[in-house]
T-cell receptor
């Protein structure tokens, strides 16, 4: 158990809908990262927050957005969902803005 | 362009048969190289961080090494419970972790 928690574990929704994924980092970690993992793409970095501020951005679609709250938990919002958005979404955390990251168990999103 | 390539894509070993996994990288300003283990449907589990060429880290049957162009994950006398996908990732100057596609290891009893 890495100490990173993610909810929900599974999510099934229809195309065009909007969902919110939630992540709580390890106690004391200031940085949160979001990743997407699909069978054909591997683990892709989406976005990083450090102590409430956006720190780095990867190939995150405009339909996706994220934020980190004062208590350091983070939410990833996915809107206008398409079939291709079906994937595992992982959150990771680290004590500072770089270095080893500890991953949560993931949220499996299925868009039908 | 920053890039990570892992080989082989898949590896099947007999229990006790030692081998190595390779991670080749091209990156501007390497700030760290990481190895993770991932079981099906689960989040990657952190194994090692390597920062500079010549560095080595060990944990149980695993040993990671780093050169200026590649890293190796050596598995000594593997057991069936070592079966998993092993992921390599590099952290360039941009701080965005770049993952390889992994090596799927199967250890047969």
């Amino acid at each position: 158990d890495s100490g990173v928690t993610q909810t929900p574990k599974h999510l099934i929704t229809a195309t065009g809908q909007r969902v919110t994924l939630r992540c709580s980092p390890r106690s004391g970690d200031l940085s949160v990262y979001w990743y997407q993992q699909s069978l054909d793409q591997g683990l892709q970095f989406l976005i990083q927050y450090y102590n409430g501020e956006e720190r780095a951005k990867g190939n995150i679609l405009e339909r996706f957005s994220a934020q980190q709250f004062p208590d350091l938990h983070s939410e990833l919002n996915l809107s206008s969902l398409e079939l291709g958005d079906s994937a595992l979404y992982f959150c990771a955390s680290s004590p500072e803005g770089e270095g080893e990251q500890y991953f949560g168990p993931g949220t499996r999103l299925t868009v039908t | 362009e920053d890039q990570v390539t892992q080989s082989p894509e898949a590896l099947r070993l007999q229990e006790g048969e030692s081998s190595s996994l390779n991670c080749s990288y091209t990156v501007s300003g390497l700030r760290g190289l990481f190895w993770y283990r991932q079981d099906p449907g689960k989040g990657p589990e952190f194994l090692f961080t390597l920062y500079s060429a010549g560095e080595e880290k060990e944990k149980e049957r695993l040993k990671a090494t780093l050169t200026k162009k590649e890293s190796f994950l050596h598995i000594t006398a593997p057991k069936p419970e070592d079966s998993a996908t092993y992921l390599c990732a590099v952290q360039p100057a941009t701080n965005k972790l770049i993952f390889g596609t992994g090596t799927l290891l199967a250890v047969q009893p």
